[in-house]
């Protein structure tokens, strides 16, 4: 079944305890991204890649990294959790500039 | 700047009653989605509707590029159909898709 999967689901963390979130998809495809969801301001992209090794910032990168090292595989990583990074976290793909966005089904994350 | 507006932002139905959901967008596209996120926060693709008109059971959607706006039909509604609908464009020389604030929707039996 074609999907984007995101891993862990459910995360209750710590402030300062690095996390990583992985994605993978099995499509094949060239832009994957990570999006951030907050009520009362949407969905807002952290990072997005183009392809393997080409990563670029979105509108709120702040507090995050990525890596693209395979095509499948986009993890997003907190080196240290701050509780304003307690939210709903997306991770999307698309095979080209202007196809389909498929969705992960998210991670709640909850930063004490 | 760009920008992706959604009306209503709110809505009540009762099961059985049709609604029409807009989403208007202040520049040219390259690709516009419609999006059901469930009360679980799945996010569902719905359509991929740059412009033109689409089906899928009891949802259509049209796009007029043109005019800047789509618009998501809801017929017979269903009370899984329950969520907020998100509008989502990528705007030509950009490369996130950007959200509309969605509609939530509640249908009441």
């Known amino acids: 079944e074609a999907q984007v999967t995101q891993n862990p689901r459910y995360l209750i963390t710590v402030t300062g305890k690095k996390l990583t979130v992985t994605c993978s998809q099995n499509?094949?495809?060239?832009?994957m991204s990570w999006y951030r969801q907050d009520p009362g301001l949407g969905l807002r992209q952290i990072y997005y890649?183009?392809?393997?090794?080409?990563?670029d910032k979105g509108d709120v990168p702040e507090g995050y990294k990525v890596s693209r090292k395979e095509k499948r595989n986009f993890p997003l990583i907190l080196e240290s959790p701050s509780p304003n990074q307690t939210s709903l976290y997306f991770c999307?793909?698309?095979?080209?500039?202007?196809?389909?966005?498929?969705f992960g089904p998210g991670t709640r994350l909850l930063v004490l | 700047g760009i920008q992706v507006e959604q009306s209503p932002p709110d809505l009540i139905l009762q099961e059985g009653a049709n609604s029409t959901l807009r989403c208007n967008f202040s520049?040219?596209?390259?690709?516009l989605q419609w999006f059901h996120q469930n009360p679980w926060g799945q996010l569902i693709n719905l359509f991929y509707?740059?412009?033109g008109t689409k089906q899928n059971g009891r949802l259509s959607a049209t796009t007029v590029a043109t005019e800047r706006y789509s618009l998501l039909y809801i017929s017979s509604s269903q009370t899984t159909d329950s969520g907020v609908y998100f509008c989502?464009?990528?705007?030509?020389?950009?490369?996130?898709?950007?959200f509309g604030k969605g509609t939530r929707l509640s249908v009441i039996a």
């Open positions: 999307a793909s698309r095979k080209g500039y202007q196809e389909t966005q498929y």
């Open positions: 499509m094949n495809h060239e832009y």
């Open positions: 890649s183009m392809n393997v090794e080409v990563t």
């Open positions: 520049d040219s596209v390259n690709n």
């Open positions: 509707i740059p412009s």
């Open positions: 989502a464009v990528l705007f030509s020389g950009n490369t996130p898709l950007v």
